[in-house]
Antibody, heavy 120, light 107 residues
C-alpha cells in the first residue's frame, strides 16, 4: 500500500523559502509509471496544482505559471522522497500544501497535508 | 488553462436521497475527468477516474458519467458519511485543474 508522509515547518516568514518533504512508502520514487506532485489549497485559489516531477530514464519537472521561477521540486532516491522549495514567499502563499501521486487513475494517493502560514 | 465549473455550489439533501453534481469544462477533456471527496481537515480522496471508473474501495452508490465538456457525479442514496465537498479535476491538459467544489450538506 502506497503512503505519503509530509514534513516541514508550518510558519514561514515573508521573503523566506518554504521547504516541504514528502516521504514515500510502498513504491519507488523512480517508478516509471507515476508522477509526483505538489498541490495547494486556499480559500481564495481553491485546489491549485503547483508542479510535478517524474522519472522516465531521466528526471523531468515542470511547474504552474503562478510559481514558475520560484519553485523547485527535487527527488531524493536515497531517501525515497521528493521535496518542494518555494522561494520569496508572500502571505498569498499561505495554504494547505499536499503532495500526491498521479497515475492513469488521477491523483490516487495524497499526503496528509501541511498547513503553511506565511507571516512575520 | 482549462476551467472547470461545478454546479450547484451547495446541494441540500437528506440521507437516502439521490445527489447529482455537475462539472462543465471550458474545452473538451475527453474522458480524463476525475472526482474527489473531501471532508474537513482531510486530504481529497479519489472517487472516480476517467469519468466513470470507481477507484479502489469506493462504494457502488457513487457513479460518474459524461465525456467532452459535461460530466456528472451521482450518489444514488446518500449515506451520513457522504456529506462532504466534492471536486472535479481534469487530466487531459497541463496544468491540471480543479473545479471550485460542490458542498453536499444535510437538509
Amino acid at each position: 500500500q502506497v503512503q505519503l508522509q509530509q514534513s516541514g515547518p508550518r510558519l514561514v516568514r515573508p521573503s523566506q523559502t518554504l521547504s516541504l518533504t514528502c516521504a514515500i512508502s510502498g513504491v519507488s520514487v523512480s517508478s516509471n509509471s507515476v508522477t509526483w506532485t505538489w498541490i495547494r489549497q486556499s480559500p481564495s485559489r481553491g485546489l491549485e496544482w503547483l508542479g510535478r516531477t517524474h522519472y522516465r530514464s531521466q528526471w523531468y519537472d515542470d511547474y504552474a505559471e503562478s510559481v514558475r521561477g520560484r519553485m523547485t521540486i527535487n527527488a531524493d532516491t536515497s531517501k525515497n522522497q521528493f521535496s518542494l522549495q518555494l522561494n520569496s514567499v508572500t502571505p498569498e502563499d499561505t495554504a494547505v500544501y499536499y503532495c500526491a501521486r498521479e497515475t492513469v487513475h488521477a491523483f490516487d494517493v495524497w499526503g496528509q497535508g501541511t498547513v503553511v502560514t506565511v507571516s512575520s | 488553462e482549462i476551467v472547470l465549473t461545478q454546479s450547484p455550489a451547495t446541494l441540500s439533501l437528506s440521507p437516502g436521497e439521490r445527489a447529482s453534481l455537475s462539472c462543465r469544462a471550458s474545452q473538451s477533456v475527453s474522458r480524463y475527468l476525475a472526482w474527489y471527496q473531501q471532508k474537513p481537515g482531510q486530504a481529497p480522496r479519489l472517487l472516480i477516474y476517467e469519468a466513470s471508473n470507481r477507484a479502489t474501495g469506493i462504494p457502488a452508490r457513487f457513479s460518474g458519467s459524461g465525456s467532452g465538456t459535461d460530466f456528472t457525479l451521482t450518489i444514488s442514496s446518500l449515506e451520513p458519511e457522504d456529506f462532504a465537498v466534492y471536486y472535479c479535476q481534469q487530466r487531459n491538459n497541463w496544468p491540471r485543474t480543479f473545479g471550485q467544489g460542490t458542498k453536499v450538506e444535510v437538509k
